[in-house]
């Protein structure tokens, strides 16, 4: 697989009438640290979708920085549509990775998802090992999250650190946990009178077997933005 293609499906209410409208196209994500139990298939293309109150859709996407080679370290995009989906654009880069550790951007962004609010709200997590010591892809995983209120045009400040050290979880670390179970992950965005707030779940791991004598577990967070 050298390349993947972000494509949203359109479909008419009552009918089976199904449409493809393109987004984008990124190089084939990166191999896993734990082949060959662990497929190229795991780090790679990936996407997800939301609407905001304003019937804006979004579409946050994996990319590679530097689509001149396959496997590049992962980023995390940002496309929207005005138009209920038939077109696209651009809007910008979300992950900020190389804000703190990360060398040579070498670390790698996965796992995005997205969640709209009102008009213009929305909020992104993934994950990324900025904080591996060393930048391995086997330690150093966190979970990140980042808010716009103008559909993704500008950010409300840098990404922040949602997931922390636990003592009494093994695949837990101070500098973030061992293996990213990026399949169990979700985001919703709750109104309250005074604020809205994220909520996450993930799952963290030690690898990618897991299992009896390499458990992982599933976190919850809830924030406001």
């Known amino acids: 697989m050298t390349s993947g293609h972000h494509e949203v499906s359109r479909t008419a209410a009552g009918t089976s009438n199904t449409t493809f409208s393109d987004v984008a196209t990124a190089p084939a994500g990166p191999p896993c640290a734990y082949k060959p139990k662990c497929g190229f ?35 995390v995009q940002l496309s929207r549509s005005d138009d209920h989906g038939k077109t696209w654009t651009y809007v910008g880069r979300v992950d900020d990775k190389t804000a703190t550790g990360c060398a040579a951007s070498a670390c790698y962004a996965l796992f995005p998802r997205v969640e709209g609010g009102g008009p213009g709200q929305i909020a992104v997590m993934w994950m990324d090992d900025r904080l591996g ?3 391995n892809h086997q330690n150093g995983w966190n979970v990140w999250l980042r808010a716009s ?8 400040g840098p990404s922040r650190r949602m997931s ?6 093994p695949q837990s670390e101070p500098n973030g946990f061992r293996f990213p179970y990026g399949d169990y992950e979700g985001i919703d ?8 707030q994220a909520v996450m779940i993930w799952g963290e791991g030690i690898n990618y077997a897991g299992g009896p004598g390499d458990p992982g577990a599933v976190v919850y967070r809830r924030v406001a933005l």
Not at 189 to 196: H, I, P, V
């Open 41 to 75: 298939a795991f780090f790679g293309v990936q996407d997800d979708i939301a609407i905001d109150a304003a019937g804006t859709l979004y579409v946050v996407w994996q990319d590679g920085q530097d689509h001149e080679t396959a496997a590049s370290p992962p980023i």
């Open 133 to 135: 010591l060393p930048v």
């Open 149 to 156: 209120v103008t559909g993704g045009t500008s950010w409300t």
């Open 164 to 169: 922390s050290f636990d003592a009494q979880r």
């Open 189 to 196: 965005l709750l109104a309250t009178r005074t604020s809205t």
